[in-house]
T-cell receptor
Framework: ETGVTQTPRHLVMGMTNKKSLKCEQH?????MYWYKQSAKKPLELMFV???????ENNSVPSRFSPECPNSSHLFLHLHTLQPEDSALYLC??????????????FGEGSWLTVV | QKEVEQNSGPLSVPEGAIASLNCTYS??????FFWYRQYSGKSPELIMS??SNGDKEDGRFTAQLNKASQYVSLLIRDSQPSDSATYLC???????????WGLGTSLAVNP
């Protein structure tokens, strides 16, 4: 069991649906991340939050909307997704933000299928 | 040129052998280097981190860094079937400090 938990682990949604992915970290870290992992592509950083403030948005389409109410919780709100958005979405955390050189720790991931 | 490059494999080794996984990177100013293991259907988990030239050993794992040649490698001694996974190399860049990931090398350890 990791210190970063994600729910749901599997999600199937239609292109017109609205759903959310949830992440909670129990490591006392101050930075949280959303990554996307697709077949035959390197891990893609989507968003970074450091002390609840968004510090990075890697040109992610607006149909993905992150929310970080506190340093322990991170959400990814999904709406009007496309089939090509089907992927493994990984939440991660680190003691402080990505730019500081800290090691990041991943949750188990949420498998998303858009139909 | 890819920023972090790994041979996709699969790399197949017999049980008990040494598995050697390699990673090259393009940013000469890179400072931090990480190896993650990812089992099929699971998330990446940190195996080793290395910051200085030379070798760093942790149990059956040894990370080797050569900044002049811009490569980092991971050696797995006495390979076990449970080591069968994809190994991801991640490099933290020099100027912008972004973590750049390779595609991973698939390792199969045959009993």
């Amino acid at each position: 069991e990791t210190g970063v938990t994600q729910t749901p682990r599997h999600l199937v949604m239609g292109m017109t649906n609205k759903k959310s992915l949830k992440c909670e970290q129990h490591l006392g870290h101050n930075a949280m991340y959303w990554y996307k992992q697709s077949a035959k592509k390197p891990l893609e950083l989507m968003f970074v939050y450091n002390f609840k403030e968004q510090t990075e948005n890697n040109s992610v389409p607006s149909r993905f909307s992150p929310e970080c109410p506190n340093s322990s919780h991170l959400f990814l709100h999904l709406h009007t997704l496309q089939p090509e958005d089907s992927a493994l979405y990984l939440c991660a955390s680190s003691p402080t933000g990505d730019l500081s050189g800290n090691t990041i720790y991943f949750g188990e991931g949420s498998w998303l299928t858009v139909v | 040129q890819k920023e972090v490059e790994q041979n996709s494999g699969p790399l197949s080794v017999p049980e008990g052998a040494i598995a050697s996984l390699n990673c090259t990177y393009s940013d000469r100013g890179s400072q931090s280097f990480f190896w993650y293991r990812q089992y099929s259907g699971k998330s990446p988990e940190l195996i080793m981190s290395i910051y200085s030239n030379g070798d760093k050993e942790d149990g059956r794992f040894t990370a080797q860094l050569n900044k002049a040649s811009q490569y980092v490698s991971l050696l797995i001694r006495d390979s076990q079937p449970s080591d069968s996974a994809t190994y991801l190399c991640a490099v933290r860049g020099g100027n912008n400090r972004k973590l750049i990931w390779g595609l991973g090398t698939s390792l199969a350890v045959n009993p």
